[in-house]
């Protein structure tokens, strides 16, 4: 028996008991984990609660009646008012218009994951004259605000005979997401190792037949994010519209809006309605593309 066991089982006069070096730390250790979770789940939830309270706030308020709104006295509505959903669906056509902001948002999404993909591999992978240049070109034309394009697109579209069209208004979209998209692209693909893309290469496939079979299904976290990014930014977009269309049935959901706030006939409660209405789209497609959404943003730090 050695001389550790025989002074733990029976503690000599003068000696201290010999304790397992790696016993205090490790409940010291279990303790502070712990505390330290329950600190970050506590900020997280408080967070969480600050981030949702307008949407909570939104769909309580909703459900009330212009009296009661108004009044401000109560968070939750007493006596929920189901009817503000429907008046808002019937009396601002939200069909209709909801509709046109479903169509316009799909295609231009579509259009700039096609075309920031391709720009953003070329700018990442490829080797050729003029590249830094591009680059520098795209970030510039971030800087330029929206609305000082705004009469030269019109006039553009003029031109092209496309005002006052769905397709003049779905370039537009398009042409404004391209370069953010791109560069996050371009980012994206430049994280990601060249491995697979040189086997590929040694395999005779050509740079298209890589792209397209290669990086685009390693890409899905990557383009994840930039349809969510852009994807709100199309459904969200209202002055082009109304520099663009002349015809009502060709605007956006945000144009079904507006007919609810008037100064003379306040309509609070069921704008309120509508506007709970017009989210739950955008609501739907983060959901189920939460996972590459997370993918996507932490892609670029990892190498």
């Given at each position: 028996?050695?001389?550790?066991?025989?002074?733990?089982?029976?503690?000599?006069?003068?000696?201290?008991?010999?304790?397992?070096?790696?016993?205090?730390?490790?409940?010291?250790?279990?303790?502070?984990?712990?505390?330290?979770?329950?600190?970050?789940?506590?900020?997280?939830?408080?967070?969480?609660?600050?981030?949702?309270?307008?949407?909570?706030?939104?769909?309580?308020?909703?459900?009330?009646?212009?009296?009661?709104?108004?009044?401000?006295?109560?968070?939750?509505?007493?006596?929920?008012?189901?009817?503000?959903?429907?008046?808002?669906?019937?009396?601002?056509?939200?069909?209709?218009?909801?509709?046109?902001s479903v169509g316009y948002t799909l295609t231009a999404v579509f259009g700039i994951l096609v075309a920031s993909s391709m720009a953003g591999y070329a700018l990442a992978r490829l080797e050729f004259w003029g590249k830094?240049?591009?680059?520098f070109l795209i970030l510039a034309v971030m800087i330029i605000p929206a609305p000082a394009m705004f009469l030269a697109q019109y006039r553009l579209l003029v031109d092209l005979g496309l005002s006052n069209s769905r397709?003049?208004?779905?370039?537009?979209?398009?042409?404004?997401?391209?370069?953010?998209?791109?560069?996050?692209?371009?980012?994206?693909?430049?994280?990601?190792?060249?491995?697979?893309?040189?086997?590929?290469?040694?395999?005779?496939?050509?740079?298209?037949?890589?792209?397209?079979?290669?990086?685009?299904?390693?890409?899905?976290?990557?383009?994840?994010?930039?349809?969510?990014?852009?994807?709100?930014?199309?459904?969200?977009?209202?002055?082009?519209?109304?520099?663009?269309?002349?015809?009502?049935?060709?605007?956006?959901?945000?144009?079904?809006?507006?007919?609810?706030?008037?100064?003379?006939?306040?309509?609070?409660?069921?704008?309120?309605?509508?506007?709970?209405?017009?989210?739950?789209?955008?609501?739907?497609?983060?959901?189920?593309?939460?996972?590459?959404?997370?993918?996507?943003?932490?892609?670029?730090?990892?190498?």
């Amino acid at each position: 028996m050695s001389f550790k066991q025989i002074q733990q089982s029976v503690p000599l006069p003068g000696l201290p008991r010999l304790v397992e070096p790696d016993d205090q730390p490790q409940s010291r250790r279990k303790r502070r984990i712990t505390t330290d979770r329950v600190g970050l789940y506590g900020l997280l939830i408080v967070a969480a609660l600050i981030a949702l309270f307008p949407l909570l706030w939104m769909v309580s308020g909703s459900l009330q009646s212009l009296d009661e709104l108004l009044s401000g006295k109560n968070l939750l509505p007493t006596d929920p008012q189901w009817g503000n959903y429907i008046t808002a669906w019937v009396q601002g056509d939200l069909g209709k218009y909801l509709l046109n902001s479903v169509g316009y948002t799909l295609t231009a999404v579509f259009g700039i994951l096609v075309a920031s993909s391709m720009a953003g591999y070329a700018l990442a992978r490829l080797e050729f004259w003029g590249k830094n240049f591009f680059t520098f070109l795209i970030l510039a034309v971030m800087i330029i605000p929206a609305p000082a394009m705004f009469l030269a697109q019109y006039r553009l579209l003029v031109d092209l005979g496309l005002s006052n069209s769905r397709v003049g208004y779905v370039l537009i979209l398009i042409t404004s997401g391209i370069p953010m998209a791109t560069l996050i692209m371009r980012s994206f693909f430049a994280s990601q190792p060249k491995d697979l893309e040189e086997a590929a290469a040694l395999d005779g496939a050509s740079s298209l037949r890589i792209f397209a079979s290669v990086i685009l299904p390693l890409a899905k976290p990557g383009l994840a994010a930039v349809a969510v990014i852009q994807g709100l930014a199309a459904w969200n977009e209202y002055l082009m519209a109304l520099v663009i269309f002349d015809d009502n049935s060709l605007m956006p959901i945000q144009r079904g809006l507006t007919s609810f706030n008037s100064a003379e006939t306040p309509q609070q409660e069921i704008l309120l309605a509508a506007t709970a209405i017009s989210i739950v789209p955008v609501i739907v497609f983060y959901l189920m593309a939460q996972r590459h959404i997370v993918k996507g943003i932490g892609a670029g730090a990892i190498k």
